[in-house]
């Protein structure tokens, strides 16, 4: 008799589940969106367009020497040092330097706008820092380059146009210090931003911001 009364229970339950699951899968609500994202997010965009696009593809982890033209990589790798440890490697990194400042190829790749298509219009992550250009009322970040190492257009010079990735914030994002690294995740394109702290090729729609440990830059030696 126990066991009787247990079978519509148990029907009644495994029927809720399989509508909550379908709600679930089917549904572009904000439930949806946040589920998707995990809890070392510092940041969540509040265009919901922008997270539901991002909800519903697959995201790609890039890192920064994905974003340079393959003649660009090899012409900029010829001047790539290691940091310097000794007099003999800080006297090598003195003369590549110097040969690097009269290397016409070098030069234009330094300065290069051209970009990769491979993650246009694609939902991806990448590691990085944050460079604010200007600020929302409540003094979060507006406008912001991410750059693949600390003090980039700030303490060191810009790196090439085609390592700076130029994002617009809604307010919220704090930013305690600009020497922590983040994982900027959302929808990639290419697009030409300048400002006198330096020019980017790269935009990306900003769905979430993550906690990030580790050395973004997979390309210079820092």
């Known amino acids: 008799m126990r066991n009787k009364l247990l079978l519509p229970f148990t029907f009644i339950f495994l029927l809720f589940g399989m509508i909550v699951s379908y709600i679930v899968i089917n549904n572009d609500s904000?439930?949806?969106?946040?589920?998707?994202?995990?809890?070392?997010?510092?940041?969540?965009?509040?265009?919901?367009?922008?997270?539901?696009?991002?909800?519903h593809s697959d995201r790609i982890d890039i890192q920064w020497s994905q974003l340079l033209p393959e003649y660009e990589k090899q012409i900029l790798s010829e001047y790539q040092t290691k940091q310097p440890e000794t007099v003999s490697d800080l006297t090598e990194k003195i003369?590549?330097?110097?040969?690097?400042?009269s290397d016409l190829d070098y030069q234009a790749a330094m300065r290069s706008t051209q970009t990769v298509s491979d993650f246009d219009g694609k939902a991806v992550s990448i590691p990085g820092f944050v460079v604010p250009i200007e600020f929302h009322p409540d003094q979060t970040p507006s406008l912001v380059f991410i750059v693949p190492y600390y003090g980039a257009c700030i303490h060191f010079p810009p790196p090439p146009p085609?390592?700076?990735?130029?994002?617009?914030?809604?307010?919220?994002?704090?930013?305690?210090?600009?020497?922590?690294?983040?994982?900027?995740?959302?929808?990639?394109?290419?697009?030409?931003?300048?400002?006198?702290?330096?020019?980017?090729?790269?935009?990306?729609?900003?769905?979430?911001?993550?906690?990030?440990?580790?050395?973004?830059?997979?390309?210079?030696?820092?």
């Open 95 to 101: 003369l590549r330097s110097i040969e690097a400042s």
């Open 162 to 222: 085609n390592q700076i990735i130029f994002a617009r914030l809604s307010p919220g994002f704090q930013l305690p210090a600009l020497s922590e690294a983040y994982l900027f995740s959302g929808i990639l394109n290419q697009g030409l931003y300048e400002d006198p702290l330096g020019t980017s090729a790269y935009e990306l729609a900003v769905s979430e911001i993550n906690e990030f440990i580790g050395q973004p830059d997979d390309f210079r030696s820092h």
């Open 30 to 55: 904000a439930l949806q969106v946040m589920l998707s994202f995990d809890s070392g997010s510092v940041y969540t965009t509040d265009d919901q367009a922008l997270l539901a696009q991002y909800v």
